[in-house]
């Protein structure tokens, strides 16, 4: 009978883990989604590429990185990658279908796949192509916060629309 007290708290304990993990991996997804809405959703326009536009992309895009990741992706250009496209394409851009699964969880760092269309839509918001992307966030959590820390996105895909 001394054993059923000890076992249910092994329970308890074990569903109170279970739990607090689903919940981080929730605000995580939660981020991850807030972010790929974000970067995926451009309103097609004459002056994508002018230096105003870049500077203002690239500051919408600050609150959704660790600051590591947010010189690495103004340096390499990453943030203007869904720009170039709608230039390039002189289409809008918005995001669909986004699915989102747990890869890998450590302590503050969560790896998320993900799946999406990539629409692009003409002068009239209609859908002109649509493109299936795939690829891995990284999450940490700083400050209670859950922030992108690196995106390996479909580079192939992505480089096909700007150069084809």
Known sequence: MRKSPLILSMI????????GCSSEVDDATKAAEKYKNVEYTVK????????????????EMKPYFTEYFTEKAIA??????????????????????????????????????????????????????????????????????WLVQGDRFDTVALMNLIDG
């Open 12 to 19: 308890l304990l074990s569903l109170a883990l279970i739990m």
């Open 44 to 59: 097609a326009s004459e002056d994508l590429m002018s230096d105003e536009s870049i500077l203002a992309r690239n500051e």
């Open 76 to 145: 390499s250009r990453i943030t203007t990658i869904p720009i170039k496209i709608a230039d390039k394409q002189k289409l809008s851009l918005k995001p669909e279908n986004l699915k989102f699964n747990l890869s890998e969880q450590k302590k503050d760092i969560i790896e998320l796949k993900y799946t999406v269309d990539l629409v692009l839509l003409d002068k009239d918001d209609k859908e002109s192509k649509r493109v299936p992307l795939e690829g891995i966030l990284t999450l940490f959590d700083v400050d209670g916060k």
